[in-house]
Nanobody, 123 residues
């Protein structure tokens, strides 16, 4: 079992930045690829970014490429999502998720989920 807790969400103006954190506990964090997803009101949960177990591999949704950066610190059991140049359309609840083995982009490929943190971008 892996428990995930997100933090760092909030209200920010368009063009601003936020850094989300996701702290993991339970089984060895470095055994899991990690992903960030988001869900806007009335919409399906969508992929944002993923990072490999080592941290050397990353993958981004086209909508955030060049603006968001995913990283991890395996010594601290934490994955981060640095968000810059935020837009109102980035407003959503952001979730981190964990899966064994390789990175993935589909919701149903992840085994463990956090409770989410709200990000609101005002125009």
């Amino acid at each position: 079992q892996v428990q995930l807790v997100e933090s760092g969400g909030g209200l920010v103006q368009a063009g601003g930045s936020l850094r989300l954190s996701c702290a993991a506990s339970g089984r060895a964090f470095s055994n899991y690829a990690m992903g960030w997803f988001r869900q806007a009101l009335g919409k399906e949960r969508e992929f944002v970014a993923a990072i490999s177990r080592s941290g050397f591999g990353t993958y981004y949704a086209d909508s955030v490429k060049g603006r968001f950066t995913i990283s991890r610190d395996n010594a601290k059991n934490t994955v981060y999502l640095q968000m810059s140049s935020l837009k109102p359309e980035d407003t959503a609840v952001y979730y981190c998720a964990a899966k064994s083995l390789e990175m993935a982009t589909r919701v149903d490929e992840y085994d463990y989920w956090g409770q989410g943190t709200q990000v609101t971008v005002s125009s």
